[in-house]
């Protein structure tokens, strides 16, 4: 079972759609369009299904939910949506679909390591624990997609490098070591139209889209 993204091109690139049995990595750098494309994956999910949308930094607009689900056609009931509190509450959450039903066939974890970041001191030794707790909780989720006949979507943040003059995906090994697809989101401030370059398994071409009230359109 594959769910649309709302951009035929993107679809075909990834065989039909987001797969379930398979974790996809959505990254890129602030408003460059990542939000908006999870909430269009999960408006056109709930027309036949249901979604889940997993809230890890408190940072989702209501308003902007229930302006793409408006526009898709789809009742807010449709999509569950929860936010996690912190990063020990977001482990038990995962680990939870493996012991219960899980709340949809769709879920998405906007923001995935926005707890993490906050559990990091600086301090090397220290900060491995909260580092192997964050792949812990990661491979557990691909397990329980592949058990569970999950799509799971994480979005990840991007941070800038001192004195490189460019960013890198914050957690990049462990994100991009145990997602089965990873999208790159492009999008320059002040522009209309960006792009997405599919990055695993890589492709040569990139897709165009533009926000929209529905989410990512065709560019």
Same mark, same amino acid.
């Not at 900060?127 to 707790?133: G, I, L, P, T």
């Not at 522009?191 to 065709?218: M, N, Q, T």
């Given at each position: 079972?594959?769910?649309?993204?709302?951009?035929?091109?993107?679809?075909?690139?990834?065989?039909?759609?987001?797969?379930?049995?398979? $974790?996809?990595?959505?990254?890129?750098?602030?408003?460059?369009?990542?939000?908006?494309?999870?909430?269009?994956?999960?408006?056109?999910?709930?027309?036949?299904?249901?979604?889940?949308?997993?809230?890890?930094?408190?940072?989702?607009?209501?308003?902007?939910?229930?302006?793409?689900?408006?526009?898709?056609?789809?009742?807010?009931?449709?999509?569950?949506?929860?936010?996690?509190?912190?990063?020990?509450?977001?482990?038990?959450?995962?680990?939870?679909?493996?012991?219960?039903?899980?709340?949809?066939?769709? $879920?998405?974890?906007?923001?995935?390591?926005?707890?993490?970041?906050?559990?990091?001191?600086?301090?090397?030794?220290?900060?491995?624990?909260?580092?192997?707790?964050?792949?812990?909780?990661?491979?557990?989720?691909?397990?329980?997609?592949?058990?569970?006949?999950?799509?799971?979507?994480? $979005?990840?943040?991007?941070?800038?490098?001192?004195?490189?003059?460019?960013? &890198?995906? $914050?957690?990049?090994?462990?994100?991009?070591?145990?997602?089965? &697809?990873?999208?790159?989101?492009?999008?320059?401030?002040?522009?209309?139209?960006?792009?997405?370059?599919?990055?695993?398994?890589?492709?040569?071409?990139?897709?165009?889209?533009?926000?929209?009230?529905?989410?990512?359109?065709?560019?």
């Amino acid at each position: 079972m594959r769910f649309s993204t709302g951009l035929p091109r993107l679809d075909d690139l990834l065989e039909g759609g987001v797969p379930t049995k398979a $974790i996809t990595l959505i990254y890129g750098e602030e408003k460059s369009g990542k939000t908006s494309l999870a909430l269009r994956i999960s408006a056109l999910a709930a027309r036949t299904a249901s979604a889940a949308y997993i809230d890890c930094s408190g940072r989702l607009h209501p308003e902007r939910l229930s302006q793409v689900l408006e526009a898709n056609g789809v009742s807010e009931e449709r999509v569950l949506v929860a936010v996690v509190e912190n990063f020990l509450q977001q482990e038990e959450l995962i680990l939870k679909l493996h012991d219960e039903p899980p709340p949809a066939p769709l $879920i998405v974890f906007d923001d995935f390591t926005a707890l993490h970041r906050i559990e990091i001191t600086g301090d090397v030794k220290r900060d491995m624990a909260v580092y192997k707790r964050l792949a812990f909780q990661v491979a557990a989720l691909r397990e329980a997609a592949l058990n569970r006949g999950l799509a799971v979507i994480i $979005i990840g943040q991007v941070h800038g490098i001192p004195d490189a003059g460019r960013s &890198r995906l $914050i957690a990049q090994r462990i994100l991009e070591y145990w997602s089965d &697809r990873v999208l790159r989101l492009e999008r320059k401030p002040g522009e209309l139209v960006g792009r997405i370059f599919v990055e695993k398994p890589r492709k040569e071409v990139s897709v165009p889209f533009r926000i929209s009230e529905a989410g990512l359109v065709p560019g």
